[in-house]
């Protein structure tokens, strides 16, 4: 059974209440972006740790704080690199083209060497005969693939919500570009007519004109007759 409130579920509320939460002061943001760019303890898996640093910024987001994903990579490579584990694999990333540096494949590629990391410290030990540490067990192996595919996913979903944004711009670019740049002039240029004094582009077809009376609609008036009619309405109002 679930225990909630006016209805609503424990994880309802919770949904709700990040989401329409209070508003951040400038106390809240500092300790955010604090704990943002907090160095990494070298303990904590690389997925737990971007997904931290995800929450984090999601709420520096709704503050008006916007996204640093650039700054957030070259902190991380600059921690992984202070291990002294990750060399090789980060000097393989730096011969990548630039623009598949990104955040994204950053998680990728640092969680797979962190779970080849883990796993080859616990086949050592085993080797070497550390106590508890002796058995790698299959759940742990499963473990470690696990937290390597769940970065694989959240890698992926953060890098299509980017591509995501980029195209509504994109589109958003290219739909302004349709729009014309200044507004049509929907005025008639043609000259006022000296029989009727409208503007038409061939006086000498006026209806006015009895040599047009053919070409006159059935409920066709002349300017004379119309003009007393205003006039006597005008007079009456």
Known sequence: PHVGFNHLTPYELLTHLETVGAQLDFI??????????????????????????????KQLVKAGIPAQAELRLALARTWFEQTGEYDIALAK????????????AFRIMIQAEFSKRTKRDKQTARGVGRGLANNVTAEEEAE??????????????????AQMEKMMQMFEKAMAAKQPATTPNTTFTHPKCPHCSRRHPKPDDCWELEKNASK???NWKPVAERKKKQEETAKNE
């Open 28 to 57: 809240d943001v500092t300790e955010l972006q604090a704990q943002l760019f907090a160095p990494w303890d070298q303990v904590e898996a690389p997925t737990s740790l971007f997904e931290r640093q995800d929450r984090i910024e």
């Open 93 to 104: 990333w730096d011969t990548l083209p630039a623009a598949n540096r990104t955040l994204p």
């Open 144 to 161: 470690i693939q696990a937290m390597a595919m769940a970065e694989f996913v959240n890698a992926v979903t953060a890098q299509s919500n």
């Open 216 to 218: 006159r609609p059935k």
